[in-house]
C-alpha cells in the first residue's frame, strides 16, 4: 500500500494528511483504523494511481525488450512481466 499511500498524502489536505500520518505511526494496530486508512487511499485515487503506474512500467518493460532479438529467454521474460501484472491475488 506504499505507493497509493504516497500519492495520497502528496494530494491530501492538511487536515487529511495529519491524520493519516497519526493514523500510521500511532493507530497501525487498531484495524477499525487501519480499514479507514485503506478505504479514505481507495476513496482519493491511491489505487488507480498505482495501476496506472504499474501498466506504465509494465509497457515500458515490454518496449525495452523489443530491442533483443526473439528467442526462448525473451519470451520468458515478457511472460512473467504481464504474469506479475495480470495474475489475481
Known sequence: MTL???HVL???SKKDKKWLINSIKNHNKDQKRVKQVIAFVKDNGGLDYAVA???EFQAEALQI???YP???YRNSLALMV??????KK
Open 82 to 87: 504481464n504474469y506479475v501484472i495480470d495474475r
Open 10 to 12: 502528496n494530494h491530501a
Open 53 to 55: 503506474k504499474m501498466k
Open 4 to 6: 497509493p499511500l504516497i
Open 65 to 67: 525488450l523489443q530491442k
Open 70 to 72: 526473439e528467442n526462448q
